[in-house]
């Protein structure tokens, strides 16, 4: 009998899945008129996978979402230690910020002339220095210039701008946790965030409806900025029913993706009363980010009820 499979679209959707090593490392690489780069690196020996996208949100429960979703890991990942970035990335591979910032490259040749390569941006186009960009991600210029072939080329990401990246999306996390803190009456974590970035009167003038109207849209625009090149598809689904499929161009874009989803359900983004790290949780009444951390911050209540006591008694 001839196996039969169900529920795969009659079309793959471009970019449905992320690209995959199986090792990653840290290294600087040195050449001739560039100065020194940090750069995570592929090991192409090690292997490679393709795993689709809607893998990811797997992790994420319906009450709380566990710590090795990708959302909730990457909030917490400290770019300052290089074995994180590295445990990070051998899971879910790069977050692809040579398609990210670059779209599909398209070559207009003048008469005479030297090609000219335009990346795609909203709106319009960027010009760019195509041999330059593939050199600071390392790969060909001609697998740079592929459209199909950039994506499994073994590209390298510069440390310091996947640090920078990793950074903004925790400031966007920071951002929803304090709206949610807002959300229910403590406006001053909010203003805050607003004098750190830069909007000091704002943030001691205005009043607390027009703060959180404000913090609400640059949340939606920080979000909207990161997905721009979301692709959507309808399809045939199982049982007679429908699906629909989402293709990203790079896996930071999908988290972004991802983290919207949780802002739109009822997930709230806490922090840890121990640790600080951030938990996402329909669990109004949850404190920590995990049972360890519970169960630590409960000895260490008892420890001083302990104490007290025997203060009491001396
Ligand atoms: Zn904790």
């Not at 990811?56 to 290089?82: F, H, M, P």
């Not at 000219?116 to 960009?133: D, E, R, S, T, Y």
């Not at 922090?271 to 951030?278: A, Q, S, V």
Request: glycine share 8%; aromatic share 14%; hydrophobic share 40%.
């Amino acid at each position: 009998m001839e196996l039969v499979k169900v529920g795969v679209p009659v079309q793959e959707l471009k970019w449905s899945r992320w690209f995959r090593c199986g090792k990653y490392v840290i290294e600087k690489v040195s050449r001739t008129d560039w100065p020194d780069v940090e750069y995570i690196r592929p090991v192409p020996e090690s292997g490679h996978i393709f795993y689709d996208f809607a893998d990811l949100g797997r992790k994420r429960g319906s009450r709380k979402a566990e710590k090795t979703y990708i959302v909730q890991w990457l909030l917490n990942l400290d770019t300052s230690k290089n074995d994180e970035i590295l445990d990070f990335v051998n899971h879910f591979g790069l977050l692809g910020l040579l398609q990210h910032y670059y779209g599909e490259i398209a070559a207009v040749t003048l008469e005479g002339n030297t090609p000219l390569h335009f990346a795609h941006k909203p709106g319009g186009f960027l010009l760019i220095n195509a041999q330059q960009v593939a050199d600071l991600y390392l790969i060909s210029l001609e697998d740079f210039l592929d459209n199909e072939r950039r994506q499994k080329a073994f590209a390298s990401e510069p440390l310091i701008v996947f640090k920078k990246e990793v950074e903004e999306f925790q400031k966007v996390g920071e951002l929803v946790h304090r709206i949610y803190k807002a959300a229910f009456g403590s406006y001053w974590p909010l203003r805050g965030w607003f004098s750190a970035s830069g909007m000091k009167e704002f943030a001691e003038t205005a009043d607390n409806e027009k703060l959180l109207a404000e913090a609400r849209k640059r949340l939606s625009e920080s979000i909207n900025r990161k997905i721009q090149y979301m692709r959507w598809m309808f399809a045939p689904g199982d049982g007679g029913g429908w699906s629909e499929h989402t293709g990203f161009d790079s896996l930071i874009s999908m988290v972004y993706y991802l983290l919207a989803k949780d802002v739109e359900s009822s997930f709230w983004f806490g922090r840890c009363e121990r640790c600080n790290d951030f938990f996402l949780s329909s669990v109004g009444s949850q404190r920590h980010c995990t049972r360890q951390c519970e169960d630590a911050a409960r000895k260490a209540r008892k420890r001083k009820t302990v104490k007290a006591v025997q203060k009491a008694i001396v």
